[in-house]
């Protein structure tokens, strides 16, 4: 689970690095808690420099530092059980950055996203990922 102003790190390619959630939407019965698959509001906490030459690239970095952005919860360090009976969590928490009509910002993942992400509706995000854990 991720509270406000829980750190994640941002695992697409869009540039940022760190994102801070500032609000989760549409849970009010978890009091601003957040897990694997639910949608955030994150400010952009540290992101890659931009250069002259990207800049006129069309591959450019599409986030700066501040910027105020959804993103989907992909991974938590804070354990969830499966309809199984198995527990799962991961060394860190990170998440993957949405643009308005809540698509993918970046066109690749790195790293290993949750399952659970394909029964909550994020199906384009566990095809993206290099390993769904």
Known sequence: MISLKGKLNIIDNTGAL????????????????????????????????????ALASST??????????????VRT???????????????????VLLNNKHEMLGTRISGVVSADLRLKGWGKIVSLAPKVI
Request: hydrophobic share 40%; glycine share 8%.
């Open 18 to 53: 760190l994102a801070e959630c500032v609000n989760v939407l549409k849970h009010k019965i978890n009091h601003g808690w957040g897990t694997v698959g639910d949608e955030i509001v994150v400010v952009v906490q540290q992101a890659r420099p931009i250069s002259a030459t």
């Open 60 to 73: 450019a970095i599409k986030v700066r530092r501040g910027d105020v952005r959804r993103a989907v919860i």
């Open 77 to 95: 360090r804070k354990p969830v059980r499966r309809p199984d009976g198995r527990w799962v969590r991961f060394d860190d928490n990170a998440a």
